[in-house]
Each structure stands twice: as C-alpha cells, then as structure tokens.
C-alpha cells in the first residue's frame, strides 16, 4: 500500500509540475521599455479589449510630453499563455497617431516582456507630403 502510495503522489507530482511552470503573460499593468517610455494598460475584457495610458520619454516635436490614450485588443483565445495584441496611442501632444502590434512572452527567468513594432503617422498638410508623413 505504501508503494502504491508513493507511486500515485509521484505520479500526481509530475502530471501538476508543467502547469506550474507555465507561466502566463498578462498584459495588465505597468511596463517600461528601454528608453524610458512606460504604459499602464488597465484589465482585459472579455472581448479582449483594454485601455490605457502611455507616457512617452522621446518626441520628434518641440511640444511638452504629455501622458496619452491608448486603446488594444488582445487574442482573445484565453488558453494563449503568450498572446498577441496590437494598440493604438494617439498623442495628447502632437498630431499624430501610433500603431503598435506584438505578442507577451514569458522569458526563460520567468519575466514578462512585450516585443513589439510600431508605426507613427503625423499629420502632412498636403498629399504630396504623404511620403513623409509615416514612420
């Protein structure tokens, strides 16, 4: 019986230790990437949905920096541990918007980080300036 046992917690052990080392990427809360930017992305809805605030710590234009909207969707499939997600910032500062997709990854040390590309387009008085206009 006693082996019996054994075998059954140990069996147990190993069929629960993968869940607990699966560690789930949560967008939700603050984040600061390398130059100083940061975000807080208040919680996901069921949709997928969520909003926030970016404070950005570079600018192309003369104006003050200020703290901006943001808007995303995540993939909604809830059994993604490392889910994909795109939102848009639209600057309270300057007049131009900017669009980032990417996904949350949980790295081998077990911390959450956002791998991201963005594009920014400002605002051209004429369409010959288009080209311009987006980076």
Known sequence: MVQVTS???????????PGLSAKKCVLTGRWIN???SNMTIM????KGEFSGFYHTAVTATMNEIQVSP??????RTNQKSQP???FTV???FSDSVTVFTGQCFVDNEGNEVLKTMWLLRSQVDDIKN???ATR
């Open 84 to 86: 994909t997600f795109g």
């Open 34 to 36: 390398e130059l100083g």
């Open 90 to 92: 639209n600057w309270s």
């Open 70 to 75: 943001l808007q995303g969707s995540q993939h």
């Open 130 to 132: 288009d080209w311009k």
């Open 7 to 17: 075998f059954l917690v140990m069996l147990s052990m190993v069929l629960v230790a």
């Open 43 to 46: 919680a996901v809805n069921g």
